[in-house]
T-cell receptor, first 114, second 114 residues
């Protein structure tokens, strides 16, 4: 079974802090994704990566950056955290070949910015 | 652009009732379709998928049929259990454009009463 592990289940930070969310997958997947999940809005894509050191902006990249130095690890960075970034963050991975591959999700990180 | 529309919840049913959660989509190409389930405090898990027209995905008593003519992928279960209480997401993946983005519906919360 694919395992996607997010480093923290719950995180509390202060406004202006630089925040790192880490995600690791163990199935050699090429694609990795970061979403945020908010009530009534579903999942919104922040960034995705289809290879090491490659990244593409999703629908809401403002205020975020990402890093993919190794194939198994995809980090989300909040450069200067703000209260409107309080949310549930979900990491996912999938195989590259074809759009018929499902995504595999981590358990999420519930981030609160005070 | 591509989109997924799900019926709004919450849906409240008694145990052993029949479940239908509607999902319709718009896509420029030939998408693959997915249903994911999210239990409280967890990430999303793949429930079932269908990759071409008339395919039926099934798992754990849930079924959905890819209907190209009505652009629909409705989720059904003949007899729900309390343990099915969760949020259900319909999603599509369309690789026609050359990227492998996934589009999610906003989710439908199901509550099953004993």
């Amino acid at each position: 079974d694919v395992k996607v592990t997010q480093s923290s289940r719950y995180l509390v930070k202060r406004t202006g802090e630089k925040v790192f969310l880490e995600c690791v997958q163990d199935m050699d997947h090429e694609n990795m994704f970061w979403y945020r999940q908010d009530p009534g809005l579903g999942l919104r894509l922040i960034y995705f990566s289809y290879d090491v050191k490659m990244k593409e902006k999703g629908d809401i990249p403002e205020g975020y950056s990402v890093s993919r130095e190794k194939k198994e690890r995809f980090s989300l960075i909040l450069e200067s955290a703000s209260t409107n970034q309080t949310s549930m963050y979900l990491c996912a991975s999938s195989l590259l070949q074809g759009g018929n591959q499902p995504q595999h999700f981590g358990d999420g990180t519930r981030l609160s910015i005070l | 652009g591509d989109s997924v529309t799900q019926m709004e919840g919450p849906v409240t049913l008694s145990e052993e009732a029949f479940l239908t959660i509607n999902c319709t989509y718009t896509a420029t190409g030939y998408p693959s379709l997915f249903w994911y389930v999210q239990y409280p405090g967890e990430g999303l898990q793949l429930l079932l998928k269908a990759t071409k027209a008339d395919d039926k995905g099934s798992n754990k008593g849930f079924e959905a049929t890819y209907r190209k003519e009505t652009t629909s992928f409705h989720l059904e279960k003949g007899s729900v259990q309390v343990s099915d209480s969760a949020v259900y997401f319909c999603a599509l993946s369309d690789s026609t454009s050359g990227t492998y983005k996934y589009i999610f519906g906003t989710g439908t919360r199901l509550k099953v009463l004993a």
